[in-house]
């Protein structure tokens, strides 16, 4: 050997000595797979804010038309056509009650000798938005919800038969599928709308006709891929029932996903409602949603643009929010996306 090369002291051949108690500890606490998603959509900050902003636009949804000093419902012809009047912001120069007419800017408040705030403004018949703004709100989240729930149930239901079960009947059940998901939306909400009475049922059954077949389709094929896992399996070599192989090992493996189609579908619903409101085919005035109320403004868009500001702005946010929120939950539940 090279007697150049230098030789490594003695002390670099001891052996080290390792505590196995402390060499198999965990250094991190065990965590459920709802712990860990909920520590990985908290570092998410948008689907948190967007979390805080649904959560305040539902509760005013209910508290609104409660702390508005003014009915919702109330004609007030002298009234009519006013502009939004907060008291405290009118001495910043927003929201004090000033609007055009005849080409000047005037106290309009003042003009029509209205001794009443109008926080958001009044419609064409004088009727006090703020309270329009937040019923409307309401009906619109009721009918998403709803119609997101049913979807949930018709779409897991169905979806799970069909991919659990599988051969004859699911090659059925997918062609029935197929039939419903070629024939247009828009052409079953018109047949439902001559059949029965515009209304909250109409829309709601309207919606529900065809809005669950992306569920189901979903769960089949999460439930394809689960049937034949190993531990599916086992408990089936075991002597566990279907029902129990279903509600024990693979729906909670599924769950995850059918609540994030359910925060996509919601917004869907909530802008398929406005949508049909605001083409005459929904809900007929004087209810109010966000589609009739959109519509409303949008016919007074160049005189009062404060009919359409505030359900256009409501209607965006919950947009925003529901697909915010579900983008968080889809990188937390899924395990590909941990740090």
Do not use: C
Request: charged share 15%; glycine share 10%; aromatic share 10%.
């Amino acid at each position: 050997m090279n007697e150049d090369v230098k030789k490594l002291p003695a002390d670099s051949f001891d052996r080290v000595h390792i505590d196995s108690i402390h060499s198999e500890r965990i250094s991190k606490p065990s965590l459920s797979f709802w712990q860990d998603a909920w520590l990985r959509i908290r570092k998410n900050k948008a689907a948190i804010v967007s979390a805080f902003i649904l959560l305040f636009i539902i509760v005013m949804a209910f508290v609104g038309p409660m702390i508005s000093p003014h009915d919702g419902e109330t004609q007030t012809l002298q009234h009519a056509n006013l502009p939004p009047k907060v008291p405290g912001l009118e001495k910043l120069g927003i929201f004090d009650g000033y609007g055009v007419l005849a080409g000047k800017e005037v106290d309009l408040y003042t003009l029509k000798k209205v001794d009443t705030y109008y926080w958001f403004g009044t419609d064409g018949l004088g009727r006090d938005m703020f309270s329009r703004v937040w019923e409307g709100t309401q009906i619109s989240l009721f009918i998403a919800f709803v119609a997101a729930v049913i979807d949930m149930v018709i779409g897991v239901t169905y979806g799970g038969i069909s991919g659990y079960y599988g051969g004859r009947l699911d090659d059925v059940m997918q062609r029935i599928v197929e039939i419903l998901i070629g024939i247009p939306t828009l052409v079953i909400v018109i047949l439902m709308m001559l059949v029965m009475k515009p209304g909250l049922t109409a829309i709601i059954i309207a919606i529900t006709i065809t809005g669950w077949i992306g569920m189901s389709r979903v769960v089949r094929g999460q439930v394809l891929k689960f049937k034949n896992q190993e531990f599916v399996l086992a408990s089936r070599t075991l002597g566990a029932s279907n029902g129990r192989i279903i509600t024990k090992h693979i729906l909670p493996n599924i769950l995850g996903l059918i609540i994030i189609n359910m925060m996509f579908t919601i917004p869907g619903a909530i802008f398929f409602e406005a949508f049909l409101s605001f083409i005459g085919l929904g809900l007929q005035p004087p209810t109010a949603s966000l589609g009739t109320l959109i519509n409303d403004g949008y016919q007074l868009i160049k005189f009062q643009p404060h009919v359409l500001l505030f359900p256009s702005l409501i209607l965006s946010l919950l947009m925003i929010a529901f697909n915010l929120i579900g983008d968080g939950l889809r990188d937390a539940f899924d395990p590909k996306m941990k740090d």
